[in-house]
């Protein structure tokens, strides 16, 4: 559902496999539905966030607590190679590389998109994370 709202304002590109993880950060909810979607948008770093946000809300998400349960949760990665940090808007999402949920759909559809921070592909990315477990 959350797929078919993002094509109003959104050409997707594509769409990785969906994989059920144990839940992060707070622990005592159900396991998570995971997947990466590329696409084109001529929406703003910052219009981008709003659109996320108002799918969200049309799909119900409450934000009670930090990490807490969600049947929605939709995190803009990259956008191209532009890093933001403002308080409302962090890109490169600033946990990506730390997350095996988030790295394992990207790898599918992205393994060669270089991180711009770290100067390092998705795939290096997750070799690293893997190694340090």
Known sequence: MAIEYLKE???????SKIIETEPYGYVEQPKFLNCCVMGKTQLSPAELLDF????EEKMGRKRLFKWGPRNIDIDILFYDSATIDQENLKIPHPELHKREFVLLPLI????DFV??????TVLELYRELKNSM
Request: aromatic share 4%; glycine share 0%; proline share 10%.
């Open 9 to 15: 304002k959104v050409e997707i590109e594509k769409v």
């Open 52 to 55: 996320v946000l108002s799918i």
């Open 108 to 111: 599918e559809i992205a393994p």
């Open 115 to 120: 991180h711009p921070a770290f100067k390092k």
